[in-house]
């Protein structure tokens, strides 16, 4: 009984916490998701003492935090002689053990979550068997532990994480240009729902949250949201769902409310869909709007669960003469392939690495990246939408494939990549082939079955399979030489060369821009990445166990051809001296968005001239800019003109002698948690005395750290000292348990030190507030104002009289009280005419005055900040139809008047508004809760009659 107590007294405490923890408006209802990233004890290798009992002694393991990479690797992968097959390098088992106390109700249901782990998983709980998953290293899966856990007492997890070679497991057994590295790479999370819950986006076709936009308009949109509910309970539940849809300063604007009783044991659908007019925007690579859409499920009116996610209104379509078309406009896409993995660590990635990699795309004006060649981080994706970047996004494979259990198990794997990632705007393209061999009936079957309102591309390449996109949306090749285009096919160079130089990648771009049925150009690489030794060798294909072609180095630090794409892509005026890898042999190359570039040295004028004109730079739109000059030593200063006048300048000194280390973390504009699941680069660049990276310098930085954090390194891998390449060494840091600063110096021969420092903070490891964010709901409400035949606005609250008598309106929601009065008599009119144009019902009826003005007074309005608008609409003939309204404003924080100015432009036909709103005035008001707030009307014409035809009140924060 004093144990039933004590948890009883945890459980009230864990949920007052977290009920503080949330913010305004935010109900989680019983759902808990708390990270287990930290806190890990780890042993490579296999285990035959029984690793999976509860008294287990892993007291001489490993302490880790997730993600994790079970062996860190030199950056030439140990120079391990094996091929891309990759049958033994990397293929162990890891172990992983945790102790976690779980604080839930005895009737919750609880769960442990895998964003994914290489290879296969076993899962043990207190000592016994929970089971295994063995279809993808690369996809979320779940286990339902509910029945192995003891609650309010602590609970041993152990988790066996196989990377063996396998026959049935894409891609093995076959080879592939990327490694496969094993472990607890992505994040781990403890969940735990009520039995009546949202179920999760993977189980099922009807499964979690499926969110579409049937209808993408210009001006509103309509979205559809199917949201599956699964009762566990032994008996029937009387269920509610309440779905928000917010804006994204946090208000709701739309509000949604289905109820049902779902038998025991049966999950049910709900689809609810609603039109956004009001507070309408698109989503694109301008403007990457998202909206939220929260959710709570209730009981018996109590609430039990919630869910949440985010969408973009946009529509495109793939259009003969015009490519790809965006929310009506033509787009062309250029972009990159992205592999995850990162040097010395592979594919564990912290999600702070996913978005400032995502960063780093955009502002290099990138618009599409494919994620090559198999499904990536939640973060990366939810980065990509919310920073606007487009994603082809495929399951893993590369060339050959398998038997039937081998594409039994890509198929359970592709539906669970589209299941969990279809919500996502950013996602255009789902890939429905296998790299270098084109189409594949049953990806393509299977991502339309799941999908059919995305675009499905081939992976073709030009050497085999069909010349155009098959039986796909989408003829998505290769081109490294001067590939034919299709005859017919709507075409994207999946890959395409690149040279630090840019040049490689100008041509290739230019080339497909200049086809209006080629619609993207993605080069490969967009940052270079480890790979084993080719099982073919000859000259062709003997390569290093780094790529150098990307657009960014394996420690994501840009070369040269970075700023080529900023030049052709991003608006903002830009000139840029390439550094002397490539601005050498006679030329510098220079990257401009000007119309023209001078190129001085030493202050003295080389050539002031017009962008490269070269037959295969004819498309582009901002082609580099080569200057014939022999750079030795001095300065050069290139300034970009446009129109004649100076824009923009950028001075480069030659490299010269090393002189000091300039130290400098990644990534510094985002928390840097403790505990070692989130790490940093640090990056020494060697640089002269001008503060130029001396490119040339091969010099070892040896790295140290102080305070808390620990560098990455085990001794073996030669991270440290580490080599510069190209001017700069890097070596990652983890923050210890206690937060706090760390201070990192690097030193080398012969040259000054240098340091810096960065500061952790601590790590909460509830991810429903570290995610959750305010929900302003408050009322909206619509008014219709009319006579006794008008014609009410769609959805709107009805305001109707006839005399003197009717001049007062009660919102419903909120009991305010709205008056009219005038010192001229009232008309009313609403005699079932009609006009034409947006809100045109609100326009057509209303009331008016012969002259004078028109008074507004609002009593019992909550305290706070409001929107107030409108709407004067005459439908009388009797008076020209303009804005000039004057309108006064009496509220808590004094007497305002202004002239409206609103609509710009006149309207000159009482019927007819255009593809306009009927002549509105928006007012800003306040109330101190107790006071009215009166807003007077006056026409400034003097003859005329003055109208009031509806309302919309909105609280604001």
């Not at 396998?166 to 080879?175: F, G, K, L, N, T």
């Not at 109590?302 to 003469?321: A, H, I, Q």
């Not at 990632?421 to 393209?429: A, D, G, Q, Y």
């Not at 507004?856 to 004067?872: D, I, P, R, S």
């Amino acid at each position: 009984m004093k144990k039933l107590q004590i948890i009883i007294i945890a459980l009230l405490l864990s949920s007052h916490v977290k009920a503080q923890q949330l913010p305004e408006g935010f109900n989680a209802g019983d759902r808990t998701k708390t990270n287990l990233n930290i806190g890990w004890k780890f042993h490579l290798g296999d285990v035959t003492n029984s690793p999976t009992a509860i008294d287990f002694d892993d007291s001489t393991w490993q302490n880790v935090s997730v993600p994790h990479t079970p062996q860190l690797v030199s950056y030439e992968m140990d120079s391990i002689k094996e091929t891309w097959v990759q049958e033994k390098y990397l293929r162990d088992i890891s172990w992983y053990r945790k102790k976690v106390t779980i604080n839930a109700n005895t009737s919750d249901k609880v769960f442990l979550e895998f964003e994914a782990v290489h290879n296969a998983t076993e899962l043990w709980v207190n000592g016994e068997l929970v089971g295994n998953y063995a279809v993808n290293g690369y996809v979320p899966f779940h286990f339902d532990i509910t029945d192995y856990v003891q609650l309010g007492k602590e609970n041993s997890i152990a988790i066996k994480a196989d990377n063996s070679y396998s026959q049935v497991i894409a891609p093995d057994p076959h080879r592939t240009d990327y490694v496969k590295y094993g472990g607890l790479y992505r994040d781990v999370y403890l969940v735990t729902t009520n039995k009546l819950h949202v179920n999760y986006n993977w189980e099922d076709f009807d499964a979690g949250v499926h969110i579409t936009t049937p209808t993408v308009n210009k001006h509103n949109g309509t979205v559809t949201i199917k949201t599956t509910v699964k009762n566990e309970n032994d008996t029937a539940k009387k269920t509610n769902i309440v779905t928000h849809i917010i804006n994204r300063d946090g208000y709701v604007i739309k509000k949604l409310v289905s109820e049902i009783s779902i038998a025991a044991n049966t999950t049910h659908t709900f689809r609810q869909s609603a039109t956004i007019e009001d507070d309408y925007h698109l989503w694109s690579p301008d403007s990457p709007y998202l909206y939220r859409v929260n959710s709570v499920i209730y009981t018996n009116e109590t609430p039990v669960d919630f869910v949440e996610n985010t969408f973009g209104f946009r529509k495109f379509s793939l259009e003969k003469g015009k490519g790809f078309v965006l929310n009506g406009e033509p787009l062309f896409l250029v972009g990159a392939n992205r592999h995850q993995s990162y040097p010395n660590i592979g594919d564990a990635v912290p999600n702070s690495f996913h978005y400032n990699e995502a960063l780093q795309y955009k502002n290099a004006g990138m618009n599409i990246i494919r994620l090559s060649h198999y499904t990536q981080d939640d973060a990366f994706i939810k980065a990509c939408d919310e920073l606007g970047i487009f994603i082809y996004e495929e399951p893993s494979t590369w060339i050959e494939w398998g038997d039937d259990n081998w594409f039994s198990n890509l198929e359970k794997a592709t539906r669970t990549m589209i299941r969990n990632h279809r919500n996502h705007p950013s996602i255009i393209v789902w890939g429905a082939g296998i790299n270098h061999r084109g189409p594949v009936p049953r990806m393509q079957t299977v991502a339309k079955e799941e999908d059919p309102f995305r675009l499905t591309a081939s992976a073709s390449a030009p050497w085999d399979g069909p010349k155009n996109e098959g039986i796909t949306d989408v003829h998505a090749t290769m081109d490294y030489r001067r590939t034919e285009f299709p005859e017919s096919a709507f075409t994207m160079v999946m890959e395409h060369g690149s040279s630090p130089n840019s040049e490689v990648n100008q041509f290739h771009i230019s080339r497909y821009k200049g086809n209006k049925n080629n619609f993207a150009a993605i080069t490969w690489l967009g940052a270079d990445y480890n790979h084993l030794q080719p099982d073919i060798v000859d000259d062709q294909w003997s390569r290093d166990f780094m790529t150098t072609y990307g657009v960014l180095s394996p420690y994501r630090v840009p070369k040269p051809v970075y700023y080529w794409y900023q030049s052709e892509l991003v608006e903002k005026p830009i000139v840029h001296i390439a550094d002397e890898t490539v601005s050498k042999d006679g030329k510098v190359r220079v990257f401009s968005n000007c119309q023209e570039v001078a190129l001085y040295y030493n202050n003295e004028l080389i050539a002031r001239q017009l962008p490269d004109n070269e037959l295969t730079k004819l498309n582009l739109n901002h082609p580099s800019f080569t200057f014939k000059h022999n750079w030795k030593e001095g300065t050069l200063k290139a300034i970009g003109y446009s129109n004649g006048e100076k824009v923009i300048e950028f001075i480069r000194e030659k490299e010269g002698k090393p002189h000091h280390l300039h130290v400098e973390y990644n990534i510094t504009d985002q928390p840097f948690y403790a505990g070692g699941s989130d790490i940093r680069l640090v990056y020494a660049s060697i640089l002269d005395e001008n503060n130029e990276v001396v490119t040339a310098a091969k010099k070892e930085i040896q790295f140290s750290v102080s305070g808390a954090g620990e560098l990455i390194d085990n001794g073996k891998i030669y991270a440290n000292p580490a080599l510069a390449y190209n001017g700069v060494a890097a070596i990652y840091v983890k923050g210890t348990s206690d937060f706090g600063s760390i201070t990192v110096t690097a030193k080398a021969a012969g040259i000054k030190s240098g340091k810096a420092s960065i500061k952790t903070v601590k790590f909460n490891t509830n991810e429903i507030a570290n995610n959750a964010t305010p929900i302003y709901d408050y009322p909206i409400t619509r008014v219709d104002i009319g006579g006794e035949k008008q014609l009410v606005q769609f959805e709107w609250e009805e305001w109707t009289g006839n005399s003197d008598q009717q001049l007062s309106y009660s919102i419903k929601e909120t009991n305010t009280n709205i008056a009219i009065s005038s010192s001229q008599k009232i008309n009313w009119l609403g005699d079932g005419t009609s006009m034409l144009g947006d809100l045109s019902f609100v326009g057509t009826d209303g009331v008016f005055v012969e002259k004078g003005e028109v008074q507004m007074k609002l009593t019992n309005l909550n305290a706070g900040k409001y929107t107030l608008e409108t709407f004067h609409h005459a439908r009388k003939t009797d008076i020209k139809l303009t804005n000039d309204i004057e309108v006064t404003v009496e509220d808590a924080d004094g007497k305002f008047t202004r002239t409206s100015d609103d609509h710009i432009v006149n309207y000159y036909d009482n019927s007819s508004s255009g593809e306009r709103r009927p002549i509105s005035i928006k007012s800003m008001i306040i109330s101190d809760g107790s006071n009215p707030v009166t807003l007077k009307f006056k026409s400034k014409n003097e003859k005329g009659s003055l109208w009031l035809n509806g309302l919309i009140l909105k609280q604001i924060k």
